[in-house]
């Protein structure tokens, strides 16, 4: 570890975990500080998916501190996500076997299309259980799971949204925030990205150029995995108590469902 904790000076950034920081040494130089991140942030550096990891110290308490490298550059904003290089960064990640293997090696489970609908309603308030849409959209879901093979499982980021994607002032682009990392269907991410962010006219080209063959069953995949990401950013976002963006969540997904049915 570069100097120490008493020379590094720490400065709260904005953000849902209130565990990330701005260190800034003596003289000077800047780094990024999290709490208690995913254990594989050395390996994501080495596949060019993260920014590089500097140190990792465990804390007298028991949190681990790590420190990375500072970027200067910005936050891709929702219409630059149809970026290549985001598509990119993504068929790496899941098709990484190491760090499948070292996600697995630290106890991480795989979880089914079932497992991540039952998880979601065992997380999220009790105020969104209870209502009627979204108890509608969980149990089309819950009856019309995809398939899922085991031996096809992947590691996802599990919140690609266009906020944890940093691009830097020389125009490389880094996926940052690995608290939500899990092994699962690869659909998990992509569903998120066509949804949320690329036109339907280029949903066909953007599969094709990740890797997936362009018919029904990966619509269909497509689909019901879309729905769900709606679900998932409902429940965070209700859970920072951001009102606005749970109610643009829930309209987007009215609207999902209008648009391509129910996806049975």
Not at 111 to 129: F, G, K, Q
Not at 134 to 144: A, H
Not at 170 to 187: A, E, F, H, N
Not at 193 to 211: A, F
Request: zero cysteines; a neutral charge.
């Amino acid at each position: 570890m570069e100097g120490t904790d008493q020379e590094l000076a720490l400065s709260p950034l904005a953000g849902k975990s209130g565990n990330a920081y701005k260190g800034t040494y003596p003289d000077g130089r800047e780094i990024f500080v999290k709490m208690n991140t995913s254990p594989i942030l050395a390996g994501l550096a080495k596949e060019q998916i993260a920014p590089q990891l500097l140190w990792s110290r465990r804390m007298p308490d028991g949190q681990v501190m790590t420190g990375q490298q500072w970027l200067n550059g910005k936050i891709l904003t929702p219409g630059e996500m149809g970026k290549k290089q985001i598509i990119n960064i993504l068929t790496r990640l899941h098709r990484s076997r190491h760090l499948m293997v070292q996600l697995t090696s630290l106890g991480q489970q795989l979880e089914t299309p079932i497992d991540l609908l039952y998880s979601w309603r065992e997380s999220v308030h009790a105020n969104l259980r209870r209502n009627q849409f979204l108890q509608e959209v969980f149990d089309d879901l819950r009856q019309s799971a995809p398939g899922f093979r085991e031996d096809h499982a992947t590691i996802v980021h599990g919140d690609v949204r266009h906020s944890n994607w940093i691009e830097t002032e020389s125009g490389l682009i880094y996926l940052v925030d690995w608290d939500s990392v899990r092994l699962t269907d690869r659909m998990f991410d992509v569903a998120h990205i066509l949804s949320h962010y690329i036109p339907e006219s280029r949903w066909q080209e953007w599969l094709v150029y990740y890797g997936y063959r362009y018919n029904q069953k990966v619509l269909n995949k497509l689909y019901w995995y879309a729905q769900y990401s709606y679900l998932n950013q409902i429940g965070k976002y209700y859970a920072n108590e951001d009102m606005d963006n749970v109610n643009r969540e829930i309209y987007a997904l009215r609207n999902f469902r209008t648009r391509f049915g129910r996806g049975l």
